[in-house]
């Protein structure tokens, strides 16, 4: 998704295979689309499927299983290789069939899809907020070294708040896109109060406590997804974190 509908713009965000937005205008090849949860940019026309109300409907509340590896190969029905060939972690789906070891994807104006079944889990939206916050830590450092990409919230790079809303999202959370909103959510709680999983705040950035005053998060100085600590005596002490330190909110 794109500041402008050109190419060389500012990545804003990305959409994921399968996502439903909604469509307004469109322009050199690209149309302004509103995801779900109000955010907007510029896509590439060739990436979208347009569908109706209903079908919009059904589909933006119809997921029941979401993709937990980095990548998910994709298969026709057939068992052919098909376009877009693999999902990203974190790509939410549809599945009206499994077999075989296989689950079934059916989406609106496309030919059924495969995937692998051990690549995906069910999204279970009633016992989300019983993920353990050591669950949540130990989610987000399987992206230790992804590399950082502004806009990115997938498993080929990410941006701070990217990780922190795909890492959520696995466990059915959904989170706001944006660290200025994202600072909005759950309850605040004091520094030393720190436990895994809570999100650690700072000046235009945000991790996940991953220990003692340490934080797993998506540096653009650090080149990706790293660990680092906020307390000097701790292992890759970044001492700009320590000092631009705004809050602590615990989600779950």
Known sequence: ???????????????????????????????????????????????????GKVDFESLRR???AIVTTRTARLCSAAGDE???????YGTQLRVTR?????????????????????????????????????????????FLGVPYLWGGISTSG???SGLVRTVFSRFGINLPRDTKDQIKEGCEIERDEMKHGDLIFFDRH???????????????????????SIRPSGVDYRQDLDRDYRTTRRII
């Open 62 to 64: 119809g997921h029941n």
């Open 82 to 88: 098909t376009a877009p060939f693999f999902l990203y």
């Open 206 to 228: 945000v991790g996940i406590a991953c220990g003692e005053d340490s934080i797993v998060h998506a540096s653009l100085g650090g080149g990706g997804v790293r660990v680092n």
């Open 158 to 160: 990410f941006d701070c």
């Open 1 to 51: 998704m794109r500041a402008q509908p050109d190419h060389q713009a500012e990545r804003v965000n990305q959409t994921l295979f399968g996502e439903a937005v909604r469509f307004d205008s469109e322009r050199s090849g690209y149309s302004f689309i509103q995801q779900t949860d109000g955010y907007t940019g510029w896509v590439d026309s060739r990436f979208l499927n347009r569908i």
């Open 98 to 142: 499994s077999r075989s070891g296989w689950a079934e994807v059916n989406l609106p104006g496309i030919p059924p899809i495969r995937l692998r079944k051990g690549t995906i889990q069910p999204i279970d939206l009633n016992r989300s907020r019983k993920t353990s916050r050591s669950g949540v830590a130990r989610e987000a450092k399987r």
